[in-house]
């Protein structure tokens, strides 16, 4: 299967795959999003995430996939860096901010730094008409941001320190989305750097929600984490997994576009599951950042 990917690579089909494989990394990032912010401290919520899909894919690393060339092994390591800071920073911005304002920042800004980090590592350049569908997604999701932080009422008094720590997470949104894309193309088996990529990343943050745990004498019921554990790795194996193999196939910049209408999604779940208001204003919003995604696609 790694080599009908690498065949489609710069086909018409294949842009028409990167752009399914994309808008669903965007729903399915949007569904880990609130997993992270939901029930229970965000770290330890993501160290039962994180072990799932290190645990699911751990078999497949050793004894499926073809092992990594030499030549991975530093890319791993960057990319290990870059995603323990991104964790790091997401889950200090969702223990002071509301999830449907740090959401729209977090995805707002990466796909803006991302755009010129296509540009630098891979030559990548938007038409004039990408750029005005660039402009209208941002006023979308900077305007839904906007709108949720003069409306939202819970957690005031850490939202400005919870913005600035949603600004830095789309930068780290930006590196790894601009390394991951370096990686998977650096390896001759996109498989092997998904299923590695999943191992490598996965061991860190259940240590560190273990620690968390222990030092503030929380006891979450095990059964629920577990549950959250599952299905969040599961999540996100498909959603990560997904938005790679978008950049393997397409530009690395329209990916990254199209993955920010998980801020739709977003605001959906927000209002079904947190009980999060959605006003008509809103919901023009929501429709900027779509028509946007929709423009920067057209527009290639």
Known sequence: MGDWIVSLSGTSAGETLALVLALSAALLHAIFGA???????????????????????????????????PHMWPIFAGVFIIHTGYKLLQAAAYMRGAYTVVYPVVRGTGPLFTVFGAYLLFGETFTLTQWLGVAVLLAGIFGLAVYNLIHITVERDTLV??????????????????????????????FTFLVWFFVIDGWLMPILALRRARKLGLRPAPGPLALRGVFGG?????SFGSVMLATRLDKVGEAAILRETSTVFAAAIGYIFLKETVGPRRLFLMALIAAGAVIVEAGG
């Not at 193309?185 to 996109?190: E, K, N, Q, W």
């Open 35 to 69: 997993l992270q912010k939901g029930r229970h401290d965000p770290i330890i919520s993501r160290g039962a995430m994180d072990s799932a899909y290190f645990l699911m894919m751990l078999p497949f690393a050793l004894w499926v996939v073809p092992w990594p060339e």
């Open 161 to 190: 320190p919870a913005l600035w720590l949603a600004v830095a997470t789309g930068l780290f949104v930006a590196l790894y989305t601009t390394f991951d894309a370096y990686g998977i193309r650096a390896s001759t088996h996109p």
């Open 234 to 238: 599961v999540v996100a194996i498909a």
